[in-house]
């Protein structure tokens, strides 16, 4: 399990993270959302030990994080990065052999995983001679190919159309299924309510709301996102 307790973070005056808490069991999805700026990719970074929190701990089954931990942990960023030159197989071999996997295993698994999300090309292709969409069904391959315990995805959803958005979905229950702990960010709330177990939401790296879904539907009725614009009433 992981557990997020009183964590905070700041960065000089700009408080980006203040006493966020939440528990991600296994085979549970949690979503995460609230506006850009709300904290969710900087709590996931501290998450990963990429920043170092002021305060509060991160444990994963009552201890805190290892570097073997970190094999078992699956992460999307929300800026996608590929080696374009790298051939399709190659690139997810890389990544997943940075997990521990070897060589062999993530060949035999490769035809499988570009099935599974019907990724248009074949495993000798160039990644720059993928389509955006099919170059972003790649990473995530990456990033689950290795069947993590622990799988933190930023902004998933983010350019996919319906029907890739359905695969990823499907991609995420599996790992559910497979007794993963699973915590996402997104602006969609249709894809948050469609899939999360439990919801923690953010405003300006405040916790303003942290429950399962059904009770908060309960409670709530029907939770809206609104998101600010700078555009008067006359532009809209």
Request: aromatic share 6%.
């Amino acid at each position: 399990m992981l557990a997020v307790k009183d964590l905070v973070k700041t960065f000089g005056t700009m408080t980006a993270v203040d006493d966020v808490s939440f528990t991600v069991k296994p085979g549970e999805i949690m979503g995460l959302i609230g506006q850009n700026g709300a904290g969710k990719t900087t709590t996931f970074r501290m998450i990963l030990n990429f920043l170092t929190p002021d305060s509060g701990t991160i444990t994963w089954n009552d201890h805190p994080l290892t570097a073997k931990d970190y094999d078992i942990i699956g992460y999307l960023p929300e800026e996608r990065g590929l080696y374009p030159k790298m051939r399709v197989q190659d690139q997810i071999i890389y990544f997943a052999r940075l997990r521990g996997m070897k060589t062999a295993d993530v060949k035999a698994r490769i035809p499988e995983w570009l099935e599974r999300f019907q990724v248009k090309g074949k495993a000798t292709d160039k990644i720059k001679d993928l389509s955006k969409g099919n170059q972003q069904k790649v990473q995530v391959i990456a990033t689950m190919i290795h069947m993590p315990k622990l799988v933190i995805l930023d902004e998933p959803f983010s350019g996919l159309d319906p029907v890739n958005a359905s695969l990823l979905m499907a991609g995420i229950e599996m790992l559910k299924d497979n007794g993963a702990a699973i915590i996402y960010s997104s602006h969609d709330m249709a894809n948050v309510e469609a899939i999360s177990d439990h919801l923690v939401m953010l405003k300006q790296g405040k916790m303003v709301l942290n429950g399962a879904v059904g009770d908060i539907r309960e409670s709530f009725g029907r939770t809206k996102l609104f998101i600010e614009s700078g555009l008067s009433q006359e532009d809209l």
